[in-house]
């Protein structure tokens, strides 16, 4: 079993930042890929940050490119979101997710495991 536990969100006017932060306990070892997705009311869930821990190639969605930040302390099981210059779009829960699955073309971003969530809102 793997356990995962989000803190950081919170609610901030837009131009603001958050970190949110991920703690993985249990059979986590194996799990090398670890990522955010997020998920907004009415919407589809969306993957918008993944590092591989192997190697630390990371990946983004589109729409987080540049603004947004993963980064892992492997010797914690501990990753982080540094969301800036958020945007009312930004608003959504937001889940950590971690699992050993690779995607087509190896690389990550599929999460069979996510953590209970944590409420990302932006206001204009």
């Known amino acids: 079993q793997v356990q995962l536990v989000e803190s950081g969100g919170g609610s901030v006017q837009a131009g603001g930042s958050l970190t949110l932060s991920c703690v993985g306990s249990?059979?986590?070892?194996?799990?090398?890929?670890r990522g955010w997705i997020r998920e907004a009311p009415g919407e589809m869930h969306e993957v918008v940050a993944s590092i591989d821990t192997r190697n630390g190639n990371v990946r983004y969605h589109a729409s987080a490119k540049g603004r947004f930040t993963i980064s892992q302390d492997n010797s914690e099981n501990t990753w982080y979101l540094q969301m800036t210059d958020l945007k009312p779009e930004d608003t959504a829960m937001y889940y950590c997710g971690a699992d050993n699955k690779l995607r087509d073309g190896g690389v990550c971003g599929d999460f069979r495991y996510w953590g209970q969530g944590t409420q990302v809102s932006v206001s204009s």
């Open positions: 249990g059979d986590i070892n194996r799990r090398f890929c």
